[in-house]
């Protein structure tokens, strides 16, 4: 069962207390440019921890002056890496950011998962970015050790055909949703520590379920230390 908190309007003092870290402390965990022209190889220009690809089709038009993207089809697609080597954030802030272009509101699920690491129902604790069939908007979803689960959920519909840039973040005092440079929804509040010891997948539940159909490019998630 899921759980969900939709925010349409953002408090500005939350907007503030949630964005006043400086870019400069993020530090980067694992990111990939998605710029491979071919092979089942998905580089991670962080700290050269590859993933793998499944019936992804490599080197379609990117957002401009990033290059190419990955096409998943919502039916064989999946790229993941896996959990060996990548820290979990613990109590540290997590920043996911990450380009989609959906294919429609036809969806395989009404929630397809654009990236996310660990599982509501088996996962000590997750993050991850979703693409809702159900209204063409973005949701951003934290779960740590104190608030079972917790989204944001708001902006403009992206289901248009352009490129959009959707970044979640979980900070000790709440979570925002930003697309396209603009915060559009928050949550107060403090998930506590996330930990788990799942695979990173992007464009699918599991490896095994793919169930995003459109384009994603340049994944990165950064801890703040």
């Given at each position: 069962m899921r759980f969900w908190f939709c925010i349409s309007t953002v408090a500005l003092?939350?907007?503030?207390?949630?964005?006043?870290q400086a870019d400069a402390a993020w530090v980067p965990q694992w990111g990939a440019h998605m710029n491979e022209l071919s092979g089942t190889l998905m580089n991670d220009f962080v700290a050269n921890r590859d993933g793998?690809?499944?019936?992804?089709?490599?080197?379609?038009?990117?957002p401009a002056g990033y290059g190419?993207?990955?096409?998943?089809?919502?039916?064989?697609?999946a790229a993941w890496r896996s959990a060996t080597g990548l820290a979990t954030p613990g109590t540290r802030s997590v920043r996911v950011s990450v380009w989609i272009k959906p294919n429609g509101l036809?969806?395989?699920?009404?929630?397809?998962?654009?990236?996310?690491?660990?599982?509501?129902a088996s996962s000590p604790g997750y993050y991850k970015v979703e693409f809702l069939s159900n209204n063409g908007r973005a949701s951003c979803g934290f779960k740590g050790t104190i608030a079972n689960v917790s989204h944001v959920t708001g902006g403009p519909s992206v289901n248009d055909g352009r490129w959009h840039r959707i970044v979640c973040t979980k900070t000790s005092t709440g979570i925002t949703l930003s697309v396209d440079g603009v915060v559009r929804a928050s949550h107060a509040g403090n998930v506590g520590s996330i930990n788990m010891s799942d695979d990173l997948v992007?464009?699918?539940?599991?490896?095994?379920?793919?169930?995003?159909?459109?384009?994603?490019?340049?994944?990165?998630i950064e801890y703040f230390n």
């Open positions: 003092a939350g907007v503030f207390a949630l964005t006043s793998q690809l499944k019936g992804v089709h490599v080197g379609v038009p990117g190419t993207a990955y096409r998943f089809d919502g039916v064989t697609s036809s969806q395989p699920t009404p929630e397809p998962d654009v990236v996310k690491r660990g599982y509501s992007i464009g699918a539940y599991r490896q095994s379920s793919p169930n995003f159909r459109g384009d994603i490019d340049e994944v990165l």
